[in-house]
């Protein structure tokens, strides 16, 4: 008979209307306690919650900052919205911090925040961003997790012509440090995000 896998615990530190120092401070701490074993920071470019003028850091700078300043702990983002950065772009940020961190990153992905959230939305437009429709962000997330992985894996240039994303001549150099890559953890409210889940994700 299967063995149930058993739970893990960890800390969610929502890195805004905090200094980088508290933060610094928590991860430490729970660095040095063997029952946490992952650590996660979200990926919101201004606050969400409290003082919206607060400050907020942004995600992924902060983890690799915070990756060099550890040494057990696993970690990543729950979740990276896809709708920020590229997705070619993001799988070398990742390879960074899989690298900077020893190989502890957890991939967490989403399609981005959703349009009736508008203190998550409003970052889209003070940041220059686009925030298309659910389709379109599903449909991103899709290509841009095909994309992150064959960065990650294959050997030789390639180019991808999909329906939201297009590379010339892509290449992943580094690779991360784990193998096949880092584990891909995807997040999100839809069906439609949990079949990309179930095609995509490792966690």
């Known amino acids: 008979m299967p063995q149930t896998p058993r739970p893990s615990f960890g800390i969610m530190t929502a890195p805004m209307q905090i200094g980088y120092h508290d933060i610094l401070r ?3 701490e729970a660095d040095e306690i063997a029952e946490i074993e992952h650590a996660w920071l979200f990926d ?29 702990l696993r970690l ?14 993001l799988a070398k940020i990742a390879t960074t911090v899989d690298i900077v961190s020893g190989g502890r990153l957890d991939f967490g992905i989403g399609a981005g925040s959703r349009p009736d959230q508008p ?8 940041h220059g961003l686009p925030f298309h429709d659910a389709a379109h962000a599903v449909g991103s997330l899709a ?7 064959r960065l990650w894996t294959e050997t030789e240039p390639f180019d991808f012509h999909g329906t939201y994303h297009r590379l010339t001549d892509a290449f992943g150099n580094p690779k991360p440090i784990q193998r096949p890559h880092p584990p891909i953890l995807i997040g999100g409210r839809s069906a439609a995000v949990l079949r990309i889940a179930a095609e995509h994700a490792d966690l």
């Open 26 to 28: 928590v991860w430490r």
């Open 44 to 72: 919101h470019l201004m606050p969400i919650g409290a003082d919206p003028d607060g400050p907020a850091h942004e995600g992924w700078t902060l983890l690799s900052a915070l990756a060099a300043q550890t040494r057990r």
């Open 76 to 89: 990543g983002l729950l979740v990276t919205s896809n709708r920020i950065r590229p997705p070619a772009m």
């Open 119 to 126: 203190l998550a939305r409003r970052e889209y437009e003070a």
């Open 143 to 149: 290509e841009a997790c095909t994309v992150i992985r």
